[in-house]
């Protein structure tokens, strides 16, 4: 059984960082490709950073400078460094993994159940 499961988030304050990780299990993460995107309260799910199966990263625009997006293959995770946090940042963020050497803004095939992160003074 493929499981996703994202931990890190919490409530901080505006310039502060967080680190999120998607640990995998049931399934090689080093094969897939791997997304973090989020979802704010009354809006559509987004795209925030992608990797590659070949650790290429993509990241929305707004995203760019300020999200790091990483992996191990070691230890079967995916991270999301987020620095300078801006209150707009909040949202329950979500991890996805797809079997393939890229993955959509869309998402994949597998999906955590997400982690809180509340960015306010």
């Known amino acids: 059984q493929v499981q996703l499961v994202e931990s890190g988030g919490g409530l901080v304050q505006p310039g502060e960082s967080l680190r999120l990780s998607c640990a995998a299990s049931?399934?090689?993460?080093?094969?897939?490709?791997v997304g973090w995107y989020r979802q704010a309260p009354g809006q559509q799910r987004e795209l925030v950073a992608t990797?590659?199966?070949?650790?290429?990263?993509n990241y929305a625009g707004s995203m760019k400078g300020r999200f790091t997006i990483s992996r191990d293959n070691t230890k079967n995770a995916v991270y999301l460094q987020m620095n300078s946090l801006k209150p707009e940042d909040t949202a329950v963020y979500y991890c996805s993994a797809t079997n393939s050497p890229s993955i959509t803004r869309m998402g994949g095939d597998y999906w955590g159940q997400g982690t809180q992160v509340t960015v306010s003074s």
């Open positions: 990797i590659t199966s070949g650790r290429s990263t």
């Open positions: 049931g399934i090689s993460f080093r094969f897939y490709a």
